[in-house]
């Protein structure tokens, strides 16, 4: 008989899956599941990583202060109200940990990003889902869904999987609308992609009050994934909370040094967002021109969705994509059976794929049952 068991809420989690990385044969593969950032780090940022080799016996600092600095310097803020973690994922559980629990609500979108039901659960409170409209976060729905257990609202602004974002004005409203004892967490993962005029990642909300915070991540446009880096702008008291809970030294020393570095290349991240740019508007219409309907995004993915009757339903493209070594997202953890999630990669790795789908698209395959 097991005598312990962990604590409520805990095996009610289903485990994050994450896109699909490896193949077992040995042929190349073309990883579009992730949305890693097309262009690889930044080649200071490996300099710097490498150039850390020889103190690993080191500590990190343990305050990444550097970082911090960079930080605040790019996008001019107090370095004080900013802090580090191991992946924005770090900071979205430290910010659970800290302010929800047993018997609060965890409320977020419907198709937000999977981690946040899970991040709910395991401190013992309860995940609600606000319903989305046309695939995109509603602001009426998520207030309806406010009850007085609500103690966080995370909002991925942009999306993923579905790409979409609401502008600044309809955040501002969600948060005036919001009680003021409710912490909205601004998931800004995707920022530096969104070119929208009337987008803005958090940073004025984060300022105007004192129960918002934002958060962004190196493992998207600045292609750090593997070293685990992100951080979180906040009032004050929120950075004083999640310091005193958060291990001495969450951020290795390489992920620091290579953060650091990646932020010195302007030239680097404006080439990425311009790759961006092109090969998502190019992807997009060569999918649309094979019938396939395509979501507006602003990120570095698209969300593909499929028509199921005709026989080449979406997880039969997932499939013959994966048979040919390219990988992308199934989205039926999300409960979008129909829909893909693509990343954007390389300008051969987007011709590939649409080969490859061109062909998918253009077989005959067996009819199972009458419509
Ligand atoms: C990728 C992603 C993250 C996690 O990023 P890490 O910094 O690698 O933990 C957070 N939120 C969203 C919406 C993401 O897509």
Request: net charge negative.
């Amino acid at each position: 008989m097991v005598s312990i068991s962990p604590k409520p809420g805990i095996s009610d989690i289903i485990p994050y899956v994450g896109g699909k990385s490896n193949l077992s044969s040995k042929r190349k593969i073309i990883k579009l599941s992730s949305n890693e950032g097309a262009l690889g780090p930044n080649p200071l940022a490996i300099k710097a990583f490498d150039s850390c080799a020889t103190s690993l016996h080191r500590y990190p600092d343990g305050a990444a202060e550097d970082l911090r600095n960079a930080i605040g310097e790019r996008y001019n803020l107090d370095p004080k109200k900013i802090i580090c973690g191991a992946g924005s994922d770090e900071l979205l559980t430290l910010l659970c940990r800290s302010f929800a629990g047993t018997g609060d609500e965890v409320l977020y979108s419907e198709y937000g990003f999977a981690m946040y039901p899970i991040m709910a659960l395991s401190v013992g409170a309860k995940p609600v889902k606000a319903p989305e409209k046309n695939l995109s976060a509603n602001v009426e729905n998520l207030l309806n869904a406010v009850t007085s257990r609500t103690k966080i609202v995370f909002l991925a602004n942009p999306n993923n999987p579905t790409g979409t974002y609401l502008s600044s004005s309809k955040m501002s409203h969600l948060r005036e609308k919001l009680r003021d004892d409710i912490l909205l967490v601004i998931d800004a993962a995707y920022a530096e992609f969104v070119h929208e005029g009337d987008y803005e990642p958090g940073l004025e909300l984060v300022n105007e009050g004192e129960n918002t915070v934002m958060t962004r991540t190196f493992s998207k446009i600045h292609a750090l994934g593997g070293l685990r880096l992100g951080w979180a702008y906040c009032p004050q008291h929120i950075v004083d909370a999640l310091n005193r809970i958060r291990s001495p030294f969450n951020v290795s020393t390489p992920a620091l040094e290579a953060g650091i570095a990646s932020f010195s290349d302007e030239e680097f991240l404006t080439r990425s967002q311009n790759h961006n740019d092109f090969w998502r508007e190019w992807t997009k219409n060569e999918l649309m021109n094979l019938g396939l309907s395509v979501g507006p995004s602003v990120c570095n993915f698209l969300l593909v969705c499929f028509n199921e009757k005709k026989n080449h339903g979406a997880s039969s493209a997932d499939s013959f994509l994966e048979s040919k070594g390219i990988l992308v997202r199934n989205l039926t953890n999300y409960n979008l059976p129909n829909c893909l999630r693509i990343s954007i990669g390389l300008e051969e790795e987007m011709k590939l794929l649409i080969d490859s789908l061109s062909l998918f698209l253009s077989q005959d395959t067996p009819v199972f049952g009458k419509d």
